[in-house]
């Protein structure tokens, strides 16, 4: 007796395509194939109508992302911070252990006063830039969203092992 694919929900597809003997059942196979594919085109089109079909489905995930300039303002300012940061705390070491790297008034502040004074007016200037550079980031996203379309991605459970990693 010849199993009814047909009333196979995509799971269990997707189980008879794992265990099915692809020499003594070729017809079955291709069958089973096809059904995938219709349904995986039914998603496609719009077929399913919430992430919880398509999940029972098989889709593992839809890629769809535009990201707003507040995402890509939180993630340049907080990149740019750290690294401003880090800068800053490395100089006002260097300057608390004496390296000539900060001029008030046209002398050189050291020691602890250097430090000091680099570390306040470095995090000043380093909150300034951090925020400019921020806002262009977000101004280029803009600009970037207006002429690139998003593109959609849609991995199927049984491509899992096919996707590429980054």
Known sequence: MTPNFENYSLEE??????TIDRFKY???????????QERA?????????????????GILAINARRLTSKT???TVFFALLIVFVILTLL????????????????AYVTGVKGAL???GLGLAFSLINVIVLSLLACLGARLHAL???????????????????D
């Open 117 to 119: 004074v680099t570390l």
């Open 41 to 57: 085109e039914a998603y496609r089109t719009g077929g399913f109508v919430n992430a919880g079909e398509a999940r029972a489905a």
């Open 91 to 106: 100089i006002a070491i260097a300057a608390g252990l004496g390296a000539q790297v900060m001029q008030v008034n046209g």
């Open 13 to 18: 597809l997707y189980e008879a395509l794992d």
């Open 26 to 36: 070729p017809d079955r196979l291709r069958r089973i194939e096809l059904l995938i």
């Open 147 to 165: 002429i690139s379309d998003v593109q959609v991605e849609l991995v199927m459970e049984h491509q899992r092992d096919s996707v590429p990693s």
């Open 72 to 74: 890509v303002f939180k």
